[in-house]
């Protein structure tokens, strides 16, 4: 059973940074691309950033290009979201999710990820 923990949230002043963590479980996590999306109160989930299986690709929104980093330890089991220079509307709940096919690049499609984590609240206040 595949399962995905994030963590490294919090409330944070605009400006600032924050770091968020995804722990993943039951499937060799090295092969699969993973992604980091995002869902405001009262708006559709929405892609952040993506990262290949191996770490060598990454993809992200316009908004947040230049200002957060994805990346992953394979060795860990884990992949991270740094986020600076935060915006006020940066504000959600943040979720990774695991990619469906093993050795694929990755995706904007929330729809091509099959596994999610519970998400980890983001707020940053201005």
């Known amino acids: 059973q595949v399962q995905l923990v994030e963590s490294g949230g919090g409330l944070v002043q605009a400006g600032g940074s924050l770091r968020l963590s995804c722990a993943a479980s039951?499937?060799?996590?090295?092969?699969?691309?993973m992604g980091w999306f995002r869902q405001a109160p009262g708006k559709e989930r929405e892609f952040v950033a993506s990262?290949?299986?191996?770490?060598?690709?990454?993809y992200y929104v316009d908004s947040v290009k230049g200002r957060f980093t994805i990346s992953r330890d394979n060795a860990k089991n884990t992949v991270y979201l740094q986020m600076n220079s935060l915006k006020p509307e940066d504000t959600a709940v943040y979720y990774c999710a695991m990619y469906s096919r093993a050795y694929y690049y990755s995706s904007a499609d929330l729809n091509a990820y099959d596994y999610w984590g519970q998400g980890t609240q983001v707020t940053v206040s201005s």
């Open positions: 990262i290949n299986w191996s770490g060598g690709r990454t």
């Open positions: 039951g499937r060799t996590f090295s092969s699969y691309a």
